[in-house]
């Protein structure tokens, strides 16, 4: 469906996104995740026909970027940022408007109205003069400005940033919906969104892609290795270090300042997938400490795009 | 062409949703009214030569005014990206935001035909110079309208498009009347710039094709540099 290849973008000297290579199948929902910088937005931008690419190529259905840029506009429908709406048109003349320009015939222009209204939840702010709007009300106006014409691919820049709690379920709600039939790319710096709306994350840093992969496999391979807590009263702290570093000398065992008195903590890594769970239990039950606390964490997303987009 | 339709109806319903045109039209009719009646009765002559030498000055502070907003708003306020990520070509969206220019200065001009009118009630007016007037004046219009849209293309701020678009239109108002500073050789080029003359000569009743290729090369101008700003940017 979409394919990019060695996509760069600079503006001036700074390189703002460097040589992408990304292939988009039709039905994927996909996430495309960073910290702030990494050129997500200018990614989408470029595939938007925003911005033209400093180098590489976008190629939608077969149509190139540079020749077909017009017909690529009518094949997405894309949600920028924030939703910048037109501040002093009305709801209805706003969609009315793009209606026109993106050519939905006049004798179904009502029907589809009607039908955005609801999945978007339009009907009560139909009348009411865009500046009026809250930022969620604005979002889902421009998720309806996106899905005018039905189409095939849609792509979404930060569609919950800065909504409440509540709004951002809606809109994922509306997004898993209209997911079920079409592509959707989104950008998101929220990671939870992340993994409950999309089936594949691509995550990038500094403009490269530092993985690529559904979120499922992600998510396994965060599981892997994961992390122990471990709070212990009744114990010293040096000596409980050399007791666990007994159990397998590759630990990774790092000592934390504990809140409580009388409690010492660690942390404490495996590496690859070993469990080390019931021989730290068996450890301590030679001892007289006493467990206070004993939690494995598996590794989150969090984790993983934390390590990955880490300054190096 | 339907792609020009539609921007230009919506960017010309724009002005009279928020109270600019209101603003703009008042303050051009009490203006060139101002200064036209003032002097009328002096002249006393039933013609409408002084308000034609008056437009030119007017139209190069009133249109800029116009068209400032055009661009610089959808710019600062980000909308641009979503009309430019819309199925429009570039020519589509400078030649319609044009066309709504061109219609809301054609609109201004239309309450100053009761001048006209009033003045043929108290005496005989030769209508040739009037309705050669008019046409100029849309000419006119026209070609302060391209360059009004080229300057707001190239801020997000509307002051400086404004200023801007006043510097640019001022300066080929007033450019053939400083002949006197310029040297020989470069004398009658500079003169056949100025937009003034041109329109003083149509507004005289006499169409030159000359005058009309002069107009549509500077709105041709404008709006290329438009195009090629908006090219800049993408």
């Given at each position: 469906m979409i394919q990019v290849k060695n996509l760069s973008k600079y503006y001036n000297d700074f390189?703002?996104?460097?040589?992408i290579s990304l292939n988009i199948k039709k039905g994927e929902i996909l996430g495309l995740l960073g910290p702030n910088g990494a050129g997500k937005t200018t990614t989408l931008r470029m595939l938007t026909g925003f911005l033209k690419p400093s180098s590489g190529n976008i190629n939608i259905k077969n149509l190139s970027i540079f020749n077909d840029s017009l017909r690529i506009k009518k094949l997405i429908g894309y949600l920028p940022?924030?939703?910048?709406?037109?501040?002093?048109?009305?709801v209805f003349d706003y969609l009315e408007y793009v209606a026109k320009i993106k050519g939905v015939k006049k004798e179904k222009r009502f029907q589809r109205f009607k039908r955005l209204s609801k999945l978007c939840g339009l009907s009560q702010i139909m009348h009411l003069s865009i500046n009026e709007l809250s930022k969620g009300l604005k979002q889902r106006v421009g998720l309806a400005h996106a899905m005018m014409t039905d189409p095939e691919i849609l792509i979404l820049d930060?569609?919950?940033?800065?909504?409440d709690p509540n709004q951002i379920i809606e809109i994922r709600d509306i997004i898993t919906r209209i997911g079920k039939e079409k592509t959707i790319i989104i950008s998101t710096h929220i990671l939870s969104e992340a993994e409950a709306t999309c089936n594949r994350i691509v995550i990038i840093n500094k403009g490269k892609i530092v993985a690529d992969d559904t979120s499922q496999n992600l998510k396994q391979k965060a599981q892997k290795s994961s992390c122990i807590n471990l709070s212990l009263y009744n114990a010293e702290q040096d000596k409980a270090y050399n007791v666990l570093k007994e159990i397998n000398n590759s630990l990774e065992i790092i000592k934390k300042e504990s809140k409580e008195k009388d409690i010492i903590s660690f942390e404490i890594k495996s590496p690859?997938?070993?469990?080390?769970r019931k021989d730290i239990y068996l450890k301590i039950k030679e001892t007289n400490w006493i467990i206070a606390e004993f939690i494995r964490e598996p590794q989150t997303l969090e984790k993983i795009f934390q390590e990955l987009t880490r300054e190096s | 062409m339907r792609q020009i339709a539609n921007i230009a109806v919506k960017e010309f319903n724009d002005y009279f949703t928020s109270p600019i045109a209101y603003i703009v039209i008042s303050i051009f009719l009490v203006v060139t009214g101002w200064f036209f009646f003032s002097t009328f009765f002096l002249f006393d002559r039933a013609d409408m030569r002084n308000f034609f030498s008056l437009l030119p000055i007017i139209f190069s502070f009133i249109i800029p005014a116009i068209t400032m907003r055009l661009f610089s708003e959808e710019i600062n306020v980000g909308s641009y990206e979503i009309l430019v990520t819309m199925p429009v070509s570039f020519v589509d969206i400078a030649l319609g935001k044009f066309v709504a220019a061109l219609f809301f200065t054609a609109c201004m001009l239309i309450p100053t035909i009761s001048y006209p009118v009033f003045i043929s009630l108290i005496g005989e007016i030769d209508l040739g110079p009037v309705i050669g007037g008019y046409i100029g004046a849309f000419f006119l219009g026209g070609a302060y309208c391209a360059l009004g849209v080229f300057s707001s293309c190239l801020t997000r701020n509307q002051i400086i498009a404004f200023i801007v678009g006043v510097a640019i239109c001022f300066t080929l108002t007033i450019i053939d009347k400083i002949?006197?500073?310029?040297?020989?050789?470069i004398v009658s080029f500079v003169g056949f710039l100025g937009a003034g003359g041109h329109f003083q000569s149509i507004s005289k009743g006499v169409i030159d094709s000359r005058d009309i290729i002069y107009f549509l090369s500077i709105i041709f101008l404008g709006l290329l540099g438009t195009y090629l700003v908006m090219c800049k940017k993408n």
């Open positions: 390189c703002a996104v460097d040589k940022e924030s939703a910048p709406l037109y501040h002093n048109m009305l930060e569609p919950t940033s800065g909504l690859g997938d070993i469990d080390i | 002949l006197f500073f310029m040297p020989k050789s």
